[in-house]
């Protein structure tokens, strides 16, 4: 009888063990998140449309997460400029380092920061994608800059090498920008 205690007890620790690392690893895979509430998010806007010299302004939008390598669920707020680089250049942004640096910094002048969290977010292609995130009160701002050849564009000989265009040779009414800033609380 002793010996039968001894293996359901240790069958049930392998159990309980398997049952408690599933949960733990449910946890970080289908971590739920909650869009900014609306007022939040206005503020988080009204920053950016104060601090980055674009025009057109950010539009405000609330979406279900796409799928994603972070197994992050829920809903977003988003902030969403998208126009031709003859609507979104001007003498201070030429470059997609000068859009990160004006998102960057309007976020941080009303108290967002980097953090250790959102360093899992840092992705920079030579393609024209730069994405960060910043934090505050418990919640994230997610940028995705895109900046490519505007639809319809055919690239000239001199704008290319190896099948890649050069964005900075393009004039900006052939280059087209995507700006989102996706916040949620954790």
């Known amino acids: ?5 001894t293996y359901f007890a240790l ?22 998140v909650s869009a ?17 010299p674009i ?19 829920g809903r977003l707020c988003r902030l969403h400029a998208v126009g031709s680089g003859a609507h979104m ?4 942004i030429r470059s997609l380092a000068d859009m990160h640096a ?17 360093e899992r977010f840092k992705d ?3 393609s024209g994608k730069d994405v960060f995130a910043l934090f505050k009160n418990n919640a994230i701002c997610v940028t995705t800059i895109l900046i490519s050849p505007a639809p319809g564009y055919i690239p000239t000989p001199d704008t290319k090498s190896n099948k ?4 900075g040779a393009l004039y900006p009414y052939e280059r087209e920008w995507w700006v989102a800033v996706d916040c949620f609380h954790l």
Request: contains cysteine.
């Open 1 to 5: 009888m002793n010996i039968r205690l």
């Open 11 to 32: 069958w049930a620790g392998v159990f309980v063990t398997f049952a408690i690392s599933s949960i733990a690893h449910a946890g970080v895979v289908d971590q739920s």
């Open 36 to 52: 900014l509430p609306q007022a939040e998010c206005s503020e988080v806007r009204k920053g950016l449309e104060d601090g980055v």
């Open 55 to 73: 025009l057109p302004g950010f539009r405000q939008f609330e979406y279900e997460f796409a799928p994603n390598v972070h197994g992050i669920k």
């Open 89 to 92: 250049e001007n003498t201070r």
């Open 102 to 118: 004006f998102i960057e910094a309007s976020l941080e002048h009303i108290g967002w920061i980097e953090t250790i969290e959102t």
């Open 124 to 126: 920079r292609s030579q």
């Open 164 to 167: 890649q265009v050069h964005l």
